[in-house]
Structure formats: structure tokens, C-alpha cells
């Protein structure tokens, strides 16, 4: 089972002037406290609940590139993560997708400004000093911890989060604990992936998908 550590309450500059327009403007937002999961959903996590249920399997779940039970599991979309999710609730659970802000709050670890989260410059502990594209994905447990004793957390994969995307969000943007729009096409997602050119990705990078599309380079990690 997933293994949780506290996010400390409190406000932080959301966003980045260089990235994306989508990034702009930086703004000041304030994040209740939560949890967030240690590393991204596994394999093995995500076996149990399709053993349990009739659910689809993942995208290419017998490419062996993915089979190792340590690695994330990937090939599964923002509805299969919410499917997910309810399983795990059914059983006493309270889990759920963390929104965009909970994210850049848990990556940031309690600092502004820094590029990644362990600092401004590529981890040296990524595989392949963060160029890709690669095989495939790398195993959960790799690296270390951040400030907030989370694993992996803006490289490896993309993490879908709870709410719609819009690049023009961030101008309107409420203050405390915002949710993202009402409505949208796309879900919000956040993190590298393996088989981009950058295997980790700013803190501030946004990234968003179809709710429906299952890619070999998304997951997801809870929060609850």
C-alpha cells in the first residue's frame, strides 16, 4: 500500500516567468494541509486492484519495459486513476489526485523560485543525467527524498492531477486552495517523462492530456 507523508499548510509563488505563458502570471497561493504519497502509484499497486476488479488493463501492460513491479505503473488515464481511487475508498480508504496547486506546493518543499525540487540544477542522481528519451521507466524508489520525503516527484512520469486545465487559468486564480475551472477538455498533469528529451521537468511546467487517453509515460500518486 501507498505510504504517505505530510504537507504542511502555507502559502507559495505559484508558477514561473520562464516557462510557458500557461506558467504566467506568478501568483501567491495558499494550500490547506495534506498528504501526498511517498512515489507514484505502482505496478504492483495498480495489479491488485485489477485482480480485484474487471477493469481494463493499462496501455501496453505486457510490454516488458513495464513490467517490473517497483516501476510506476503508466498506460493508465485520468478516468482509469479515478476508478483507482474509488476502489481503494470502497475499502475504508480516503484517497484522491492531488489539484495542480497541492502538487507545485509539495514539489516546491517550502522554498520559491528553485527550478526543482532538489534545487536549481538536473539531479545528478537521474538516469542519464535527465536526457532522454529512454527505455522506459525507472523504478519508484530511485533517488532521494525531498525536503517533503517524497520520491521521484517532477521526473520519471507524468502525475495526473485532479483538475481541468487552462492556460489562462493563472490570471484568475483564486487565492486559497484553488481547484482549477469549472470545465474543460483536458486534464491537468505535472511531472517529466521518460521518453521526452528532459526526463524531469520544472517544478512550474504544466502539462495536460485528454481524460480518456492512456500514455505509456503517465501515472499517478495520491494524495488524500
Given amino acids: 500500500m ?3 507523508v505530510p504537507i504542511r499548510r502555507g502559502w507559495f509563488l505559484m508558477g514561473s516567468t520562464e516557462g510557458q505563458a500557461g506558467e504566467q502570471p506568478v501568483h501567491r497561493v495558499w494550500v490547506d494541509a495534506f498528504q501526498l504519497a511517498v512515489h507514484p502509484v505502482t505496478r504492483r499497486e495498480y495489479e491488485r486492484f485489477l485482480d480485484a476488479t474487471a477493469h481494463p488493463m493499462p496501455r ?11 516501476l510506476p505503473v503508466v498506460g493508465v488515464s485520468w ?3 479515478q476508478a483507482f481511487c474509488r ?14 496547486a497541492e502538487w507545485e506546493r509539495a514539489a516546491r518543499g517550502g522554498r520559491d523560485g528553485e527550478r526543482y525540487p ?26 532521494p527524498s525531498t525536503r517533503f520525503g517524497l520520491k521521484g516527484i517532477a521526473g520519471n512520469i507524468h502525475e495526473w492531477c485532479a483538475n481541468w486545465h487552462d492556460a489562462t487559468f493563472y490570471a484568475t486564480s483564486p487565492a486559497v486552495n484553488p481547484v482549477g475551472p469549472d ?7 505535472r511531472g517529466g517523462a521518460w521518453r521526452h528529451a528532459l526526463t524531469m521537468n520544472r517544478i512550474a511546467a504544466r502539462s495536460s492530456l485528454d481524460p480518456s487517453f492512456r500514455y505509456t509515460d503517465y501515472g499517478f500518486r495520491l494524495a488524500r
Avoid: Q
Avoid at 501496453?60 to 517497483?70: I, T
Avoid at 534545487?119 to 538516469?127: T, Y
Fill in 118 to 143: 532538489w534545487g536549481n540544477d538536473m539531479p545528478a542522481w537521474v538516469p542519464a543525467g535527465g536526457v532522454g528519451p529512454l527505455e522506459g521507466p525507472w523504478p519508484v524508489t530511485l533517488g
Fill in 2 to 4: 501507498s505510504e504517505f
Fill in 87 to 100: 476502489w481503494r475508498n470502497r475499502h475504508g480508504d480516503t484517497v484522491r489526485l492531488p489539484t495542480e
Fill in 79 to 81: 478516468d482509469d486513476a
Fill in 60 to 70: 501496453e501492460w505486457e510490454n516488458p519495459a513495464f513490467r517490473d513491479p517497483a
Fill in 183 to 189: 470545465v474543460g477538455r483536458r486534464r491537468a498533469s
